[in-house]
């Protein structure tokens, strides 16, 4: 597991790796790698019952940061880049954009 100490913002790469966890703790890698959310709905108001499994994961952790609808979708979509293209890709776009 990845500690995500190339992520400078404290919040961020809290809540990438309360997520990152979550995700292997309910072997939904492969899951997240092929899922599309629904059109115009995203992660934020995705209807699938995987998605209510995240939610509720990440809250039940003691160290959850809390999620906003928006900081819950921008952490699914790193979490859904790093199913697709891998952690060291993930990092090396991090440390691209500092």
Do not use: C
Not at 24 to 43: I, K, Q
Not at 59 to 69: A, C, I, M, T
Not at 81 to 97: C, P, S
């Amino acid at each position: 597991m990845s500690n995500f100490e190339f992520i400078r913002d404290i919040h961020t790469r809290n809540m990438v790796n309360n997520g990152y966890r979550t995700i292997s703790h309910l072997e939904l890698w492969d899951w997240l790698r092929n899922y599309t959310p629904d059109p115009g709905a995203g992660f934020m108001f995705s209807t699938s019952p995987n998605i209510e499994r995240i939610v509720q994961h990440m809250e039940s952790q003691p160290d959850s940061p809390g999620h906003s609808g928006a900081s819950f979708a921008f952490t699914m979509r790193s979490l859904q880049y790093i199913a697709k293209n891998g952690i060291e890709k993930y990092k090396q776009q991090i440390e691209q954009n500092n």
